[in-house]
């Protein structure tokens, strides 16, 4: 997958917006009201976590290689190409559990029906549409994102750039060769 779900812990209020979003975005009728009536009570596929003093949206990091479609004895857990993200198909699933052995992360839970396992599908319907999970429109603070690969590399580069530039004591003669660089000069 070309695009990633990230999070700025330091913008997270870990208000459950994106919890609450994540559920009603699976219920079946969509609308708040209604979803806290159905029966069985729609679920989240993600979870807003302590981390001392934080408070970290936690979903399906959708791997390359993902541990969890390795390992489904029924194809339960598949991807439909390799740029959508990792899915489960509950009829499939015969909730063996192996796949919640193997998950680096620990995101994978069975549902309240008991038996199927449930996960982030980075509400795969939405992305097809061209919109954005229902736990990043959600978020009040703008922590959790969807971007890309390359603005994630795009950004690590300039912060560490930055930072080189802080910790060499930036003075003059370096000023003036930046601007060279930067100039094409």
Request: charged residues 30%; proline residues 5%.
């Amino acid at each position: 997958m070309d695009k990633i779900i990230i999070v700025d812990i330091e913008k997270c209020l870990a208000c459950k917006s994106c919890e609450i979003a994540c559920a009603l975005a699976h219920s079946r009728s969509k609308i708040l009201s209604e979803a806290a009536q159905e029966s069985p009570k729609p679920q989240r596929m993600m979870a807003v976590e302590a981390a001392g003093e934080y408070g970290v949206p936690i979903q399906c990091r959708h791997c390359e290689s993902a541990p969890c479609i390795e390992i489904c004895p029924t194809g339960a857990i598949h991807r439909e190409d390799e740029q959508s993200p990792v899915v489960v198909e509950a009829d499939l699933c015969i909730g063996c559990k192996l796949c919640m052995l193997v998950c680096p992360f620990g995101v994978l839970k069975i549902g309240k029906e008991g038996r199927a396992i449930i996960k982030c599908d980075m509400c795969y319907e939405r992305l097809k549409e061209g919109m954005v999970p229902e736990c990043v429109e959600a978020c009040p603070t703008g922590a959790i994102k969807l971007v890309s690969l390359e603005e994630v590399t795009k950004s690590r580069r300039k912060e560490a750039s930055e930072q080189i530039v802080r910790e060499s004591g930036s003075g003059k003669g370096r000023q003036g060769k930046a601007k060279r660089v930067k100039g094409g000069k």
